[in-house]
Structure formats: C-alpha cells, structure tokens
T-cell receptor, first 116, second 112 residues
Framework: KAGVTQTPRYLIKTRGQQVTLSCSPI?????VSWYQQTPGQGLQFLFE???????NKGNFPGRFSGRQFSNSRSEMNVSTLELGDSALYLC???????????????FGPGTRLLVL | SQKIEQNSEALNIQEGKTATLTCNYT??????LQWYRQDPGRGPVFLLL?????KEKRKERLKVTFDTTLKQSLFHITASQPADSATYLC???????????FGKGTKLSVKP
C-alpha cells in the first residue's frame, strides 16, 4: 500500500504571496490532518478534514485554510505569506480519526516551505 | 488546556545502553498516549500506543510505561544502537475533538 504523499517537497516563496500544498492519504483513509513543524514550536496542529468537512481546527490565523476532496486528497492554502510561516508542513492520514478511534496517524514526508 | 513536556531536548548515550525518554503532561489524563520517531527531513513514524488502563507496553527493544498518577510516560530503548539515533515525540489527545498534540521531542544520539 502506498504511503502518504505530499507535493511539492520544497517550496520557496516571498512575503505576501500565497501557496497551496497537496496531500494524498493512504488509500482507504478518510481523515487527513495538517501540522506545522518549526524548531521553536515543534509540531502544531492546523486542522483535520474528514469526508470533505473540516472537523477540527487548531489556533492558527484565517490565512491558513484547507479543503478535502471526495477522494480524500487534501490541500492546504496559506495566503499573504509571512516570514514566520517558514516551516515543514506535514500531513497525516488515518482511517477515521476523531477522539474515539484511538488510531495511529501516518505522516507524509512533508513540504519544506521557505518564505523570503 | 493540555500541555506536554519532553524534559530533555537531547540525550546522548553509548551503544548497548538503555535510553530512557520522559514525557509529562499537565492536565487531565488522556485516554491514550503515542510515541513517534522522526528522522531528519522526514515525517514522524508511529512506534507505540499505550492506553490509560495499561501500565506498560512492549515491542521488540521498545518499552513504554504510563503512570496516570505522576502524569508521565517513559519510553525505553534497550540495547540501543546507532540506528536508533533520531528524535522521539510523544503525543496525546489534546482536545475533545480528537486532535493530537505533540511534545517538542527528544533528540537521541547513540554513539558506537
């Protein structure tokens, strides 16, 4: 079974631009979560999508948004990029997600975003 | 809100010794706690999940304990090898909606 894939792997943008990152979950997985990882803050939860609906959201500004398609693939978008948005963006998939599932999450390799 | 602390940013040990990593949380006891391994430039990889009613769980050279009284989980790697060098993250349920929150990780270096 193929793992979680993320594209692109590396991205360089300038302040004020916007960016769209893509995540393809493991086949059959319907929950996709997005995380931002920085050396100072560690892994921070952005949002989770299940069946094309945002089910959960972390404490990030509205510049960070996402969506999920009917095939469970997900995209996240960051508008009006700031220098502090430079980070590794990780997506993770699981079968159903949610608090009762007690499932493990399968992470992709991440997209390394550098904002200049 | 729930907070996680992994006490050591870095841990250096000699090959063959047992590595012990600590994860503490501050508020309510979570239903379960997970440990992940992350290598440089890669996403975290799941290692073990331990539930609140389990005191200990083992997988090959790995052992995890969960003490809800101390609000602490310990992660042990016995007979450590240089290939075990990586960052280890603990994670638990941070909110009612089911999102995981992660500690900042402990970077383990095993020297030959």
């Amino acid at each position: 079974k193929a793992g979680v894939t993320q594209t692109p792997r590396y991205l360089i943008k300038t302040r004020g631009q916007q960016v769209t990152l893509s995540c393809s979950p493991i086949s059959g997985h319907r929950s996709v979560s997005w995380y931002q990882q920085t050396p100072g803050q560690g892994l921070q939860f952005l949002f989770e999508y299940f069946s094309e609906t945002q089910r959960n959201k972390g404490n990030f500004p509205g510049r960070f948004s996402g969506r999920q398609f009917s095939n469970s693939r997900s995209e996240m978008n960051v508008s009006t990029l700031e220098l502090g948005d430079s980070a590794l963006y990780l997506c993770a998939s699981s079968l159903r997600g949610g608090p009762l599932a007690q499932e493990t999450q399968y992470f992709g390799p991440g997209t390394r975003l550098l904002v200049l | 809100s729930q907070k996680i602390e992994q006490n050591s940013e870095a841990l250096n040990i000699q090959e063959g010794k047992t590595a012990t990593l600590t994860c503490n949380y501050t508020n309510y006891s979570p239903a379960y706690l997970q440990w992940y391994r992350q290598d440089p430039g890669r996403g975290p990889v799941f290692l073990l999940l331990i539930r609140e009613n389990e005191k200990e769980k083992r997988k090959e050279r790995l052992k995890v304990t969960f003490d809800t009284t101390l609000k602490q989980s310990l992660f042990h790697i016995t007979a450590s090898q240089p290939a075990d060098s990586a960052t280890y993250l603990c994670a638990l349920l941070g909110g009612s909606q089911g999102n995981l929150i992660f500690g900042k990780g402990t970077k383990l270096s095993v020297k030959p």
